[in-house]
């Protein structure tokens, strides 16, 4: 491994800017050590007047014991001595310290710690001369060093105004780490103080600055497994990756990939003939957080905190798909919160006696407070001043010479002249900053990336996932299946619905004309209300099916148990699974749109399945369902739709949630009747008092349709219904029909 290097920020300004901000950093590193010093007397101090020695040694002697601890007690809370550093002892020391803060009292240390973050926040000044004459800016550190939250919050918010959001959040940027420093030290919110001495003493963070919130309690929100599944390009076209190893081919893959929870594994063989291995990850995706990718600010925020994350598992179950030899020389390059991710990696033991990670590349990526396992991993980071993202480790672009963590590292903090966030955080960006801007920088890089510049053997994306996501329809849907003949084709039993919506819709008819329904089954008792039989008119859209996509409109007559029929019989039924169910819904016409499911209807469950052109859909509340004749002259598949013949159509009305339950449908051939079970799942809705209206057109057409014709006969035309049960999510699994002896 060559020499390690260290590149400086590259800083335009006026001449002796960058003496007098060298001079400014020297001194916020000299009094960030006196407040070290000064936090240690008061801990100290407050550690003996709390020690259940002193107070034996008290009562004791008490006349000198007494005098002794109300010396202590005004070293730690008079102004002149240590200021209000009470809350540097433990127990009730403690809590009370930390009750004097939120009463506005400061400890001496905080303020000299206060002073350093200034002097830092004086050497970006030094470099970044607009930012002090940018009267918004000014107003807002005033605000913050003066400890004036409400002023701050006005000034922050005039910023926001008058440069919008993106210019004023990279306006701020060179000192957030500072602001966000002196704002935790200063403000009456105890939590965060520990943040501040954190940020102001160089130290690695383990909460956010503003509001003390511990990482622990941040990384829950990114909970999950993690998982890998490999992703080949779409269509025909290859993935639009370099075919040659470098930086600049690396950081365009990256690019190519975007942020919707991508990464790549490339075997690449350089120079040497050596096949070597690169892992390239994106940063996190603009937005709210989302539950199906490890790519966004939450698992930002997380990584930063919690080197095991959703990203950094599901990296390592994309390494063990993608079988990378143990011993195998690895480089990481990575982009925002990829760059993060990868030094999570870099810096596990178990992952670096695993692989030789020889090189890690984190581009815009806050990465300050960690370090790789093997010290030979030769690390180079590349931050733009103006990004507010590699700012959020507590180390921004004032201590970046205050506090050197990695001397050996290869960094380059720089200047440009994309002053809007995030737009200055964008890999687009960045590589046109290396392209033009930075071609040394890219030299550099590019040189100590020798063994991997050559061709790109094999490339392999993969999809991350915080979680691993079941099979589809899991439960439900994941049972054995077993093909079957049909006259359309091979099908698999159980029929399996993915996304359907359903809607059944239930109407009472005069019992004489349920029975001619019935006529060629005597034997069937349709189920009563009262004087009255139920009907159901069934509509569904079924948009995902094991027998394809297709539209179903049904009409059955409830029935009770076909051996021993009992009044009353469907209400006691419900109760019952429906595989011990004896009533079920006899299937008197059916109307499908696809051969698939005409066949599978007629020759597996016996129904007398016709194909028509049929639309069903349930928008919001309001439901559309029309069964309409061909067009005049229309014939074949996809023939267009002419006037309608049933149309179920009207607003649903108010609901409430139901139950799904599992129905039995009776169907018949000539020997038997064939009974089948629905299993079906989903938010079910119950409307009693629904608006839609059914209507049958008149004409011979209607006669023809049989739907419409047995619509007609039960006196449904234009009736409406008594209730409605909805689902705009339905699944369901539908098995073969059993034939019985009736």
């Not at 105004?161 to 959040?169: L, P, Q, V, Y």
Request: charged share 20%; aromatic share 6%.
């Amino acid at each position: 491994m060559g020499s390690h290097h260290h590149a400086g920020a590259e800083h335009p300004g006026e001449s002796g800017a960058a003496d007098t901000a060298r001079l400014l950093r020297e001194a916020a590193f000299e009094v960030s050590r006196s407040a070290r010093e000064v936090r240690g007397v008061a801990a100290r101090t407050g550690a003996l007047l709390g020690s259940s020695g002193f107070t034996r040694s008290t009562l004791r002697h008490p006349r000198t014991g007494l005098a002794a601890q109300w010396a202590l007690v005004r070293a730690l809370t008079n102004g002149a001595g240590l200021g209000f550093a009470l809350g540097a002892g433990d127990g009730a020391l403690r809590r009370m310290g930390q009750a004097g803060e939120v009463c506005g009292r400061e400890s001496l240390a905080n303020r000299v710690a206060v002073t350093s973050l200034r002097l830092r926040a004086g050497a970006v000044l030094a470099h970044h001369p607009e930012l002090e004459r940018d009267p918004g800016m000014r107003r807002l550190m005033e605000a913050v060093t003066g400890d004036r939250d409400v002023e701050a919050l006005r000034a922050l918010r005039s910023l926001l105004k008058d440069k919008g959001a993106e210019r004023a959040m990279s306006t701020i940027a060179p000192l957030f780490a500072e602001l966000s420093a002196i704002r935790a030290l200063l403000d009456e919110n105890p939590l965060n103080d520990e943040v501040g001495w954190q940020i102001a003493t160089g130290e690695a963070l383990h909460a956010d600055p503003w509001f003390g919130i511990s990482a622990r309690h941040l990384a829950a929100f990114d909970a999950g497994e993690g998982a890998a599944v490999p992703v080949e390009p779409d269509g025909d076209q290859p993935w639009p990756f370099a075919a040659e190893g470098s930086l600049m081919g690396f950081l365009r893959n990256i690019d190519a990939l975007g942020t919707d929870g991508r990464i790549l594994i490339q075997d690449v063989r350089g120079p040497d003939g050596v096949v070597r291995h690169v892992l390239q990850a994106p940063g996190m995706a603009p937005g709210k957080p989302r539950n199906d990718s490890p790519q966004d600010f939450v698992g930002a925020w997380s990584n930063l905190f919690d080197p095991e994350s959703p990203y950094t598992r599901g990296i390592l179950l994309a390494i063990d798909e993608y079988g990378l030899p143990a011993g195998a020389d690895l480089a990481l390059v990575g982009h925002s919160e990829g760059g993060i991710a990868l030094m999570n990696l870099a810096q596990n033991d178990g992952f670096c006696r695993r692989f030789r990670v020889t090189h890690v590349v984190a581009v815009g990526s806050p990465i300050d407070n960690k370090r790789p396992a093997d010290p030979r991993t030769w690390v180079a980071s590349v931050t733009n001043q103006h990004d507010l993202v590699p700012t959020l480790d507590g180390r921004g672009a004032g201590s970046g010479s205050v506090f050197t963590p990695h001397p050996d590292w290869y960094e380059v903090d720089y200047i440009d002249s994309s002053h809007d966030f995030p737009l200055c955080h964008s890999l687009g960006t960045y590589l046109g900053n290396l392209e033009a801007d930075l071609p040394d920088a890219r030299h550099d890089i590019d040189e100590a990336l020798t063994p991997y510049r050559g061709p790109v053997l094999r490339s392999q994306v993969y999809q991350l996932k915080d979680r691993a996501n079941p099979p589809q329809g899991y439960p439900l849907l994941t049972v054995p299946v077993a093909p079957v003949a049909t006259s359309a084709g091979p099908a698999e039993l159980p029929v399996r619905y993915y996304d359907s919506t359903a809607v059944v819709a239930v109407f009472a008819v005069e019992p004489g004309r349920a029975a001619s329904l019935l006529s060629d089954t005597s034997w069937m008792s349709p189920t009563r209300i009262g004087r009255r039989v139920l009907v159901a008119l069934s509509a569904y859209e079924h948009r995902c099916a094991s027998v394809g996509p297709y539209n179903e409109l049904s009409l059955a007559v409830l029935v009770n148990d076909l051996w021993r029929p009992r009044a009353h019989d469907v209400l006691r039924e419900l109760l019952r699974r429906a595989d011990t169910r004896r009533t079920g819904r006899q299937v008197t016409a059916l109307a499908v749109t696809s051969p698939e499911a005409e066949a599978v209807s007629r020759e597996v469950w016996g129904q007398p399945a016709t194909r028509a052109s049929l639309d069903v859909r349930l928008t919001a509340n309001r439901l559309h369902a029309v069964l309409a004749a061909p067009a005049p002259g229309a014939t074949g598949e996809g023939a267009k739709a002419g006037r309608p013949l049933v149309t179920l159509t009207g607003d649903l009305g108010p609901y409430v949630p139901a139950p799904h339950v599992d129905c039995v449908l009776y169907g018949r051939t000539a020997e038997a009747t064939l009974r089948s079970m629905v299993h079906c799942a989903g938010r079910q809705r119950f409307h009693a008092a629904p608006r839609v209206r059914l209507r049958c057109a008149p004409g011979q057409a209607a006669q023809d349709e049989p739907l419409a014709r047995q619509v007609r006969a039960l006196g449904l035309d234009g009736a409406r219904p008594l209730c409605v049960l909805s689902a705009p999510e339905y699944q369901a699994r539908r098995g073969a029909g059993a034939p019985l002896p009736r």
